[in-house]
T-cell receptor, first 113, second 114 residues
Framework: AQKITQTQPGMFVQEKEAVTLDCTYD???????LFWYKQPSSGEMIFLIY??????QNATEGRYSLNFQKARKSANLVISASQLGDSAMYFC??????????FGAGTILRVKS | GAGVSQTPSNKVTEKGKYVELRCDPI?????LYWYRQSLGQGPEFLIY????????DSGLPNDRFFAVRPEGSVSTLKIQRTERGDSAVYLC????????????FGEGSRLTVL
């Protein structure tokens, strides 16, 4: 069974607008962490934001926020005021119990000027 | 350097050959991970080290793949009798053990098996 599901293979957003990238996860472990990474065309993986399963508030990091809905097992990434440099592949990932991160298939985001 | 360093950045080899990929993690990071990423897909977990020992090697696809970290720092991923299907970008990452333990990735080693 897929642990991390990203249903949007590709997304377009107009520059300066907000965009939401979807992520749902599957776990029976009460303790887990959710991560979002950005991978530009250059290939490096850049950590964006983290949400712990026991965190009461949604995580925010600058223009990035995580819409964490625990009952729905979703952890959507919201990027506000999109910039051309936000064009990249975005991966949702989860760590449960142990230490490895399991990644989703990713969503390609294209920001239009 | 301050980040995770991987060598070589590119490796082209022939089917059946032996390949070694090296990873030098961030100083002080006890945890080290190897992932494989095929074009257009997410990183696929291979193996995780905590210190010198492999804490989880459940992602290694078969016995042609092996990884070591003898002194708890640099790690080498070894692939024997390479096959064309092994062609991918091999990513190494390291992390601390405490806190959110986000992974810091290297730039990857692109392996092409002809």
């Amino acid at each position: 069974a897929q642990k991390i599901t990203q249903t949007q293979p590709g997304m377009f957003v107009q520059e300066k607008e907000a965009v939401t990238l979807d992520c749902t996860y599957d776990t029976s472990d009460p303790s887990y962490g959710l991560f979002w990474y950005k991978q530009p065309s250059s290939g490096e993986m850049i950590f964006l934001i983290y949400q712990g399963s026991y965190d009461q508030q949604n995580a925010t990091e600058g223009r990035y926020s995580l819409n964490f809905q625990k009952a729905r097992k979703s952890a959507n990434l919201v990027i506000s005021a999109s910039q051309l440099g936000d064009s990249a592949m975005y991966f949702c990932a989860m760590r449960e119990g142990g230490n490895k991160l399991v990644f989703g298939a990713g969503t390609i985001l294209r920001v239009k000027s | 350097g301050a980040g995770v360093s991987q060598t070589p950045s590119n490796k082209v080899t022939e089917k059946g050959k032996y390949v070694e990929l090296r990873c030098d993690p961030i100083s002080g990071h006890t945890a080290l991970y190897w992932y494989r990423q095929s074009l257009g897909q997410g990183p696929e977990f291979l193996i995780y080290f905590q210190g010198t020992g492999a804490a989880d090697d459940s992602g290694l696809p078969n016995d042609r793949f092996f990884a070591v970290r003898p002194e708890g720092s640099v790690s080498t991923l070894k692939i024997q009798r390479t096959e064309r299907g092994d062609s991918a970008v091999y990513l190494c990452a390291s992390s601390l053990i405490g806190g959110k333990r986000e992974l810091f990735f290297g730039e990857g080693s692109r392996l092409t098996v002809l």
